[in-house]
């Protein structure tokens, strides 16, 4: 592997509350998007795509049982996805592994009109972005 760009974000560490729940639907999300599993302990697992990480732990040094991303702090995490039917299909399967689409009135243009993406939020109050690449093709707007 070649040493990554200057500033390239190394990882990220998400401390949640029910690791299981955040497996079923963190864990989906980034299996679906690509990221292979990296490592694996009995508090946590880590994710892998590129030269970039994502862990989700439960932490026992926890403060809260929720993640509010209303409140100082992470807000939400964005990820690229191939294209608008791409962002559609996760959407659609999303409802299978604990996530709410999030501004369904808005769907897919909630960013803007120049922006399609699926915003997501899972039962634990994380918040994802799946952020189409290119012109959204005819029809793949999730009904």
Request: aromatic letters at 10%; a negative charge.
């Amino acid at each position: 592997m070649s040493r990554p760009a200057h500033g390239t974000l190394h990882h990220v560490e998400l401390w949640v509350a029910d690791l299981h729940r955040a497996l079923a639907s963190l864990g989906w999300l980034l299996q679906a998007l690509g990221y292979a599993v990296h490592q694996d302990w009995d508090r946590g697992r880590s994710w892998r795509l590129g030269p970039t990480y994502l862990v989700i732990e439960q932490s026992p040094a926890l403060t809260a049982e929720r993640h509010d991303r209303c409140r100082p702090g992470l807000n939400h995490l964005a990820f690229h996805v191939e294209d608008a039917a791409m962002a559609e299909r996760l959407a659609a399967d999303a409802a299978q592994h604990g996530w709410r689409l999030m501004f369904p009135e808005r769907h897919p243009y909630a960013g803007g009109p120049q922006h399609y993406a699926a915003y997501l939020e899972n039962d634990d109050g994380f918040e994802v972005e799946l952020v189409a690449i290119g012109p959204p093709e005819p029809e793949t707007r999730l009904r």
